[in-house]
């Protein structure tokens, strides 16, 4: 590792010990090994990355959304500071591969998230099978950061992380580079998708690790729109550890483990996959929301910044207007659309690339999905 690394671990140690607990584990995997070896890991939260080369030998090079390069600071960090890989998230890269290999060439490690996305609601995401394909031509070994319990100390929607929220980390090898040559692409993929499953709620009603903190609820109503009791839609707000709804009043509880009290099921994953089910009597009414428009340079990473919005998605149209100007935008020509960090939407439209910061990300992410044909799953 080079000194630069060593510097910058002591640092994040110092800076994560703070915050979290972490429990690192190896599982027939030696933290020491140096020579060139690829990690992939489940997506629990916006923070993975980092943590990952804490208690091993190894800086692997991250491969990153390259949404994250457009924020100033965040670029110099991330090519100044640290080696990355920028990727753009739901899109094929040879750029990326190519890099990626490069850099396993020159010694150094590779980490990626298959899932792409960070968790939406503390279980796995789909892991596109070109990942396996990828996996098995590599000629390197496969290690697993396996992680439980960090989804629920810092998730994606939240405006804080919890205290000394516990990240259970365990290392193993996943596939070695020989067996990577002796197995199907099918059997890669379905060791590779076994593996990276999680479900953080299920986890922590055997664990049980009290999580603590007053404000487990705030920014919930990020990715939940939909209330389960009187099934309306954009009533959702919160207040400390209560989820409530503007027509209901309190609906629901985040107790001392981050289990749900006060519904008919205890965790955020039904919830998320509850209110899918009901976007296609949502989109029957017209959408409100407002937002932040930029327009997107990927070639110097650089936003240009449009203007405030109030944004309206009705009759397959997305509509934006302030007191200057109107544009719409024909939800059919919407491709790429994935959501960014907690609330940003980015995608292409014609010639450009739109970034978006919304109130509602999940509503209009899942909504556009739908009128698109989309699979709206996260």
Not at 246 to 270: M, Q, R, T, W
Not at 289 to 313: E, H, M
Request: glycine letters at 6%; aromatic letters at 14%; one cysteine or more.
């Amino acid at each position: 590792m080079k000194p630069k690394y060593k510097r910058l671990r002591f640092l994040l140690r110092l800076y994560y010990q703070s915050k979290f607990h972490f429990d690192f584990h190896f599982d027939g995997f030696d933290r020491n090994r140096t020579d060139p070896y690829f990690i992939v890991g489940n997506h629990v939260s916006l923070l993975d990355g980092l943590y990952t080369f804490l208690p091993i030998e190894m800086y692997a090079f991250p491969v990153i959304n390259v949404f994250q390069y457009t924020s100033r600071v965040m670029e110099f960090l991330l090519t100044k500071v640290i080696e990355t890989i920028p990727k753009r998230k739901g899109q094929s890269d040879i750029a990326t591969i190519r890099a990626m290999m490069d850099a396993m060439k020159k010694g150094n490690g590779v980490l990626l998230y298959p899932e792409g996305n960070s968790s939406y609601f503390g279980k796995e995401s789909v892991v596109p099978y070109s990942t396996a394909k990828f996996l098995k031509k590599i000629k390197y070994d496969i290690v697993l950061c396996k992680v439980n319990g960090g989804y629920l100390s810092a998730p994606r929607w939240a405006d804080h992380h919890v205290k000394k929220g516990l990240f259970d980390v365990t290392y193993s090898t996943l596939f070695t580079k020989e067996e990577l040559e002796m197995l199907t692409i099918d059997e890669v993929y379905q060791r590779l998708s076994e593996q990276l499953a999680f479900n953080d709620f299920e986890y922590n009603k055997e664990r049980k690790y009290v999580y603590k903190t007053k404000r487990r609820a705030l920014g919930l109503e990020r990715f939940i729109y939909w209330c389960p009791k009187c099934q309306r839609s954009q009533t959702i707000h919160t207040h400390g550890n209560d989820i409530l709804c503007s027509h209901c009043g309190k609906i629901a509880h985040f107790n001392s483990y981050s289990l749900i009290e006060g519904l008919e099921f205890d965790s955020l994953v039904p919830w998320g996959e509850l209110q899918v089910q009901k976007i296609p009597q949502i989109v029957k009414n017209d959408i409100y929301t407002t937002g932040k428009v930029n327009i997107t340079n990927l070639s110097n990473y650089r936003n240009q910044f449009i203007g405030t919005f109030k944004v309206k998605l009705s009759n397959h149209q997305l509509i934006f207007s302030n007191r200057k100007e109107t544009f719409v935008l024909n939800v059919s020509q919407i491709k790429g659309l994935v959501l960014t960090k907690k609330d940003g939407l980015s995608f292409d439209y014609l010639d450009k690339v739109y970034y978006i910061f919304v109130k509602d990300p999940m509503l209009f992410l899942n909504a556009i999905d739908y009128l698109n044909g989309g699979n709206t799953n996260g």
